[in-house]
């Protein structure tokens, strides 16, 4: 048994439809997975190698709530896809990617877009103004025994009842078992682990009392408030 110096902090985790947590290990993020987001964002929109970022684990937050965060003035919404890892390894083939996939949910990506957007100017990380505390708002992981794997799906993010962001995943410019595939050429995935899918276009900013409402067809919706 280790003996720690200090309280060992809480294992992060995301709740699971219809009962049970799934322990969080790490969370990655692909940028730019919308050609028309790229485009939005000043980008090209080919097909280019895909790049990601991280989040913290425990930066998950299936609280309900979104507290507006500190030092920013233009914080913007992104509905993606999440994907939770049962398993994993290195270098894994494509035709085998899906086999690690336990389930997937309903999150936002919140963004402090003018941090990260002087971030970019300098030439810095992103992680000022994505990897901020409760900054991915999360709804329930559905099993792939109940859903299936989601190659295919609306997906859409309402603020006040206004349709800001739609979308649809079969757009992901690189699909689910590509994203898995390419990051197990660079990391040695394991259970546990998160891969945030990116999001379409509209993203844009929120303020305190706002409502969100994101939706993925076949797992539901994801209701969070601005406070």
């Known amino acids: 048994m280790i003996d720690f110096v200090i309280p060992a902090p ?19 993020c692909i940028g730019r997975n919308y050609a028309a987001h790229a485009i939005e964002m ?23 709530e979104f507290p507006y ?15 939770a890892l ?18 997937y949910a309903v999150s936002l990506d919140m963004t402090r877009r003018d941090l990260q957007g002087e971030a970019k100017k300098l030439g ?32 859409e ?12 995943l079969n757009q992901m410019i690189w699909k689910v078992p590509e994203m898995i595939s390419h990051l197990s050429d660079y990391f040695e995935l394991q259970p546990g682990d998160i891969i945030m899918s990116g999001t379409p276009s509209g993203v844009g900013a929120v303020k305190r009392g706002d409502r969100m409402e994101a939706m993925i067809e076949g797992l539901g919706s994801l209701m969070v408030t601005v406070v």
């Open 86 to 103: 049962k398993s994993g390894g290195a270098n894994i083939p494509l035709n085998r990617a899906l086999d690690h996939v336990w389930g």
């Open 42 to 64: 000043g980008y090209n929109p080919d097909r280019e190698p895909p790049f990601f970022f991280q989040k913290n684990p425990d930066n998950l937050d299936p609280s309900g």
């Open 124 to 155: 810095r990380p992103w992680e000022i103004g994505k990897a901020f505390e409760r900054s991915a708002p999360v709804g329930p992981l559905v099993p792939v025994a109940k859903s299936g794997h989601l190659s295919a799906g609306r997906i």
């Open 69 to 83: 965060p500190p030092r920013s003035g233009d914080v913007h919404h992104e509905v993606e896809l999440v994907i």
């Open 10 to 28: 809480p294992t992060p985790w995301i709740p699971v439809s219809g009962g049970g947590a799934f322990p969080v290990r790490r969370v990655y």
């Open 157 to 168: 993010l309402k603020v006040n009842g206004e349709l800001r962001q739609e979308g649809d």
